[in-house]
């Protein structure tokens, strides 16, 4: 039993590119999600940094469509759109206050978990195309 554990492990570690972005994406849904949470100014001092690692993200997905395969492709041009939203959102919340800023953030945070989906799905797609070889 130890040696299956370790084992898995192991494998856990094992990650391609499309694996790191998702990470990096659930990362950034987890920031504007923790961002949300707090109250006032600290939640706009943490807002401020999610656009550049939203960009950062999206020029990460966008790098990573070369070479996928077909359903792969749209799964990762879907989350790109839903982390360019991400950032126009963040970007809305930053200027506002009340019940607008409160409006984009929760939106922010919802396009944020949708590009984690599309991605998680990219990844699903590309692991079935590779299982079928």
Known sequence: MATATATAKVDTKVKDALDHVRAAAQELHGAISDAAAKRGEAMKADLATIPQKAKAVTESV???IGGQNEAAKKHLTDAVSHLEATQKHVAESLKS????FQTSVTKAVAE???SVQ????AVASKRSAQSKK
């Open 62 to 64: 966008k790098s990573s």
């Open 118 to 121: 599309k991605l998680s799905e």
């Open 97 to 100: 206050s009340g019940q607008a």
């Open 112 to 114: 944020a978990r949708a």
